[in-house]
């Protein structure tokens, strides 16, 4: 059973939006923060966002002001809000815990996949 499902990604026009969620074990949820994370194509993957489990949330600066992260604990999900998409968000998006060395993680989902194009 995946531990961590990530789904809502598609197909945008430049200035859209997108709604995604991470559904996670019950495990994630224990941790004291979660985040979002991105893998362009060709780039090494990149931290875009974390939710503390009081519900603080951090941005990269690329996203900052444009995206929205949250979490729903009693459902076990995390969602990012992305408005005034660029061509440059798009990437694979996963989720995952969020700890200082999360490059050191080798568990992670799918990923859903977001391309920004006209």
């Known amino acids: 059973q995946a531990q961590l499902v990530e789904s809502g990604g598609g197909l945008v026009q430049p200035g859209g939006s997108l709604r995604l969620s991470c559904g996670a074990a019950g495990r994630y949820f224990n941790l004291d923060s979660m985040g979002w994370y991105r893998q362009a194509p060709g780039k090494q993957r990149e931290w875009v966002a974390m939710i503390t489990s009081s519900g603080i949330g951090m941005y990269a600066d690329s996203v900052k002001g444009r995206f929205t992260i949250s979490r729903d604990s009693a459902k076990n999900t995390m969602y990012l809000q992305m408005n005034s998409l660029k061509p440059e968000d798009t990437a694979a998006y996963y989720c995952?815990?969020?700890?200082?060395?999360?490059?050191?993680?080798?568990?992670w989902g799918q990923g859903t996949r977001v391309t920004v194009s006209s």
């Open positions: 995952n815990e969020f700890v200082p060395d999360w490059r050191r993680i080798d568990y």
